[in-house]
């Protein structure tokens, strides 16, 4: 495992979208996901900075 860095936004996202059409018990139905590629880099910086968060992949 490591933190998360601005190279694993498209990952992210399309695991957060396999996840959406993956069951019934999400926040979000498939189609109703907005985020981009960029806005998931953006709130990857936000974490990094913040100092007290943290995305981990492996």
């Not at 979000?28 to 998931?40: C, F, K, Q, S, Y």
């Not at 990857?44 to 981990?56: D, P, Q, S, Y």
């Amino acid at each position: 495992m490591r933190p998360a860095t601005e190279e694993d936004a498209a990952g992210l996202l399309a695991l957060r979208r396999r996840l959406d059409a993956g069951t019934g018990f999400m926040l979000l139905e498939p189609d109703e996901r907005t985020a981009t590629v960029e806005g998931e880099r953006e709130q990857l910086r936000r974490f990094t900075a913040a100092g007290n968060r943290a995305v981990l992949v492996a």
